[in-house]
């Protein structure tokens, strides 16, 4: 008996991050596209089962030479083998789709599509991309999200209902049809950027991956030539720039650090850069959306090399040109707080004034912590107190708390 | 070098519900430990055992009985086995300390015996 003397792909350390994450989504594709839409769930389990023989025969065996194309064959095999015992079965369930030729040429693309459907509620078209297009666990998404796994379950179980009882097609509309779903696909993106990137709470290294998944997925859209639209450059663009700012915005200590306050240095170059090629192509064509405004604020924050030097007055002109196209009372905020530098804090506080009765931020935090910070800049120390101590009260997180607890200290 | 047999036991079904990164986190944890054990030349083989399926023979009143098992109620069941050898069941018990099996489940370890 001779001991083993080496492993060549245990030697090369061959498993790439995130392989089997980011597998999930093309054999799932594959594998739905075999089996019908409606068989989504049945479909997942055998891409489950084939990640399960790998981790349970791995350990024992090593890593095969092309770990992805081992996955993909294990869980192919498994669904021929529910497709030929439902045949042997005479159940007809699951029956094979007729085959028809793809439209996106894309398993993972169509997957998105299937799961961002339009005729699922917008809740569950989140959670079942987040789980069945990037690979997050229930318990992740339930962790990233701060809700009851449960939640997270109920929805994606619900829109796996909804698909199957629709029946809801795998195959994406080439035509006029391609333009909404496009839109509904990108919002869900949106939406699970946001969530990455807003600070208020939950598992910080995991809201960091669904940013690099939302960036993940987009690019996978602006690469094909059917999806590959300006609006979803300027997403791309956004996701990109904003992302870039990620490793700058906590300290040592892990306390949030505002724009001003951050060491640019830290600022992610390379995803700067992917931000301003998005960001170029996002500008073929006329159409003008808010995710185009929003990637060009975010590209004059990259551009300033410090806050002090931040073009201001530009970045008031976008806020008040997405203010035109998308009112709302967070976007007139931001518009206030870039006018305030553009301007005087006095002319922010003036666009602010009709918003003092506005409900939606009746319990939004940045509101009173933005008129502190006006009042402080115009010497009105004993309002801005006032305004901070409210925004205390309302703060949903420790680093968010510590942050305004840190400015009232520096009011006294 | 003495040989010994380390069975890992599991409960069937402990990682069901892991997501794919988990998996393959665990993956490079054992990928490493072979590695490893392989590298220091201890490594001789191992092999994993099929799941959800499996007989018990059992003699009584001169008759054999087979049933199905050992997976009928939710206890463990051996996994899979590694071959490795060793000085010494004390160095054995060390290499297989680091086995991140043990985050999982057992290890029972057994030296082999060699008639010459």
Redesign the interface.
């Known amino acids: 008996?001779?001991?083993?003397?080496?492993?060549p792909?245990?030697?090369a350390g061959l498993?790439v991050d995130?392989?089997?994450?980011h597998?999930?989504a093309p054999i799932l594709g594959a594998l739905v596209r075999m089996l019908g839409s409606a068989h989504l769930g049945l479909a997942e389990e055998c891409v489950?089962d084939a990640?399960?023989r790998?981790?349970?025969?791995?350990?024992?065996?090593?890593?095969p030479p092309n770990p992805a194309a081992w996955l993909t064959l294990v869980a192919k095999r498994r669904a021929l083998d529910q497709l030929r015992r439902a045949v042997v079965s005479g159940s007809g369930e699951p029956s094979s789709p007729p085959a028809q030729p793809p439209t996106l040429g894309d398993d993972t693309l169509e997957l998105i599509f299937l799961c961002c459907h339009p005729a699922l509620p917008i809740d569950s078209q989140l959670a079942l991309t987040l789980r069945s297009v990037a690979?997050?666990?229930t318990?992740?998404i339930a962790r990233a999200y701060l809700l009851p796994e449960v939640t997270i379950a109920q929805r994606i179980v619900r829109a796996k209902k909804l698909i199957s009882e629709s029946n809801l097609s795998f195959d994406v509309p080439f035509d006029a049809h391609l333009a909404p779903r496009l839109h509904s696909v990108c919002r869900v993106l949106y939406l699970m950027f946001n969530e990455g990137y807003s600070a208020s709470s939950g598992d910080r290294l995991l809201r960091e991956e669904l940013c690099h998944e939302a960036i993940r997925l987009v690019a996978l859209l602006t690469l094909n030539p059917a999806t590959g639209r300006p609006a979803v450059h300027a997403l791309a663009a956004l996701f990109c720039l904003q992302s870039a700012r990620l490793p700058a915005r906590v300290d040592d200590a892990g306390d949030l650090l505002t724009l001003a306050s951050q060491d640019r240095a830290l600022w992610d170059s390379r995803l700067t850069a992917a931000g301003f090629h998005h960001l170029a192509h996002a500008a073929a064509g006329n159409e003008l959306t808010p995710w185009h405004l929003e990637a060009e604020i975010a590209s004059l924050h990259s551009l300033a090399p410090t806050f002090d030097s931040t073009d201001w007055p530009r970045i008031a002109d976008a806020y008040e040109a997405l203010s035109a196209l998308q009112p709302s009372p967070v976007v007139t905020l931001a518009h206030a707080v870039a006018l305030s530098y553009a301007a005087t804090p006095e002319a922010a506080l003036a666009l602010l004034a009709p918003l003092a009765d506005e409900p939606a931020l009746a319990r939004y935090h940045l509101y009173p912590a933005i008129l502190a910070d006006l009042y402080a800049r115009r010497g009105d120390t004993v309002a801005a107190r006032t305004q901070l101590e409210r925004a205390l009260a309302l703060a949903p997180t420790t680093p968010e708390r510590n942050l305004l607890v840190r400015r009232l200290a520096s009011l006294l | 070098m003495k040989q010994y047999f380390l069975f890992l036991y599991e409960s069937p079904g402990a990682f069901d519900t892991i997501s794919p990164e988990e998996m393959q986190k665990i993956v490079a944890r054992y990928i490493a430990w072979r590695g490893d054990v392989a590298a220091k030349g201890h490594m001789l083989g191992g092999n994993k055992l099929r799941d959800g399926e499996g007989r018990v023979m059992r003699a009584a009143d001169g008759k054999v009985s087979v049933t199905d098992g050992p997976f009928a109620e939710n206890k463990e069941v051996i996994a899979g086995y590694f071959h490795i050898q060793a000085e010494s069941y004390d160095q054995a018990v060390d290499i297989a300390r680091t086995c991140p099996h043990m985050d999982f489940g057992v290890i029972e370890i057994r030296e082999m015996e060699i008639t010459h």
Do not use: C, D, N, V
């Open positions: 008996m001779h001991p083993i003397a080496h492993e792909a245990a030697e498993l995130h392989l089997f994450r597998q999930h489950q990640f399960l790998a981790l349970q025969t791995w350990p024992f065996h090593g890593i690979g997050l666990s318990s992740e």
